[in-house]
């Protein structure tokens, strides 16, 4: 209860301040319970049996019902869990405002792949969880339970991922930005349920609405940044390291099958990949403060 009201105070002070509320949603309490009673390895496949999907849907239900108690608006990150998403349902039946996020390695990773001897790459938190958690949330990005996929990109090197086998000391997080848009459009494809115009609102135009981004990114128009993507969308490849250009020197998605492959991508009007080379340069980035055209209001169920 202490915590809750910590929690309590952090959120009306976000109000007062028209913020919206990102939360990683885990509960704690859930876990040091599992973890007092197991006495397995602790090696990488145990770390999902050490952060059940209950610990999230626990973490939804506390945070999702300060939220309401105060009559503001809920950003949930990386939802990983079937049962994570039925407590979405249950709090918007109450009238709860929220935005859920996911990410590629929850739609299309499970938890098998910490079995492997480099399970230690594939550990991130929340965990990978079961196929019918992927197929679970497959199905609220295709009817638009949703509404945003993010990639929770984590730039870990293979060494570093390798340096331990204990769960509770490996580095956690995968990378997946290079990734993203081919997995992404692939999965749009063959659903035959939703199509780029879908798949641009889930990785742009929504997130930046979400966070007060919104005109200036997120849309192509006159006055927004000339953020852009030259996209092939009929390109078939195969996902491999010799592909990555991440610092992290491997991908979680090795040997993935894909349609389509960004051809170029412009900053600001500025070339910074062109047929596979990143030509950006370091230190060119500016801050871009939110403004308050909807905070989320128009993507929100």
């Known amino acids: 209860m202490e915590k809750r009201e910590e929690l309590k105070a952090v959120f009306s002070l976000c109000k007062k301040h028209d913020l919206l509320v990102s939360v990683h949603c885990e509960d704690d309490a859930t876990i040091q319970k599992?973890?007092?009673q197991y006495d397995?390895?602790?090696?990488?496949a145990a770390h999902a049996d050490l952060r059940p999907s209950e610990a999230e849907a626990r973490g939804i239900d506390t945070v999702g019902s300060i939220a309401l108690e105060l009559d503001m608006p809920l950003y949930v990150v990386h939802l990983s869990s079937k049962a994570g998403l039925q407590k979405v349902r249950e709090l918007r039946a109450k009238g709860?405002?929220?935005i859920v996020e996911t990410t590629p390695h929850y739609l299309f990773l499970d938890k098998s792949k910490l079995e492997g001897a480099d399970g230690a790459l594939?550990?991130?938190?929340?965990?990978?969880?079961?196929e019918e958690d992927n197929l679970a949330l497959q199905e609220a990005v295709l009817n638009g339970e949703v509404q945003v996929i993010?990639?929770?990109?984590c730039s870990f090197t293979v060494e570093q991922k390798m340096a331990s086998n204990d769960c509770?000391?490996?580095l956690p997080g995968i990378p997946g930005t290079e990734e993203m848009l081919s997995l992404v459009y692939t999965f749009a494809a063959n659903s035959g349920r939703i199509g780029l115009q879908q798949v641009v609102n889930l990785l742009s135009t929504a997130p930046a609405k979400a966070f007060g981004l919104y005109p200036r990114k997120g849309?192509?128009?006159v006055g927004s940044d000339a953020d852009l993507v030259l996209f092939d969308p009929d390109e078939a490849w195969t996902i491999s390291k010799e592909t990555t250009h991440s610092a992290s020197g491997y991908t979680p998605y090795e040997g993935k099958q894909v349609l389509g492959r960004p051809i170029m991508t412009y900053l600001k009007g500025r070339l910074i990949m062109g047929d596979g080379i990143y030509l950006g340069l370091?230190?060119?980035?500016?801050?871009?403060?939110?403004?308050?055209?909807?905070?989320?209001?128009t993507i929100m169920h």
């Open 122 to 130: 594939y550990v991130m938190t929340p965990p990978l969880r079961s």
């Open 168 to 170: 509770r000391t490996i």
């Open 282 to 297: 370091d230190g060119n980035g500016e801050f871009v403060p939110q403004k308050d055209v909807g905070r989320g209001k």
């Open 150 to 153: 993010a990639t929770d990109h």
């Open 96 to 98: 709860l405002r929220v």
């Open 40 to 44: 397995g390895p602790y090696n990488p």
């Open 219 to 221: 849309t192509i128009r």
């Open 34 to 36: 599992v973890d007092a």
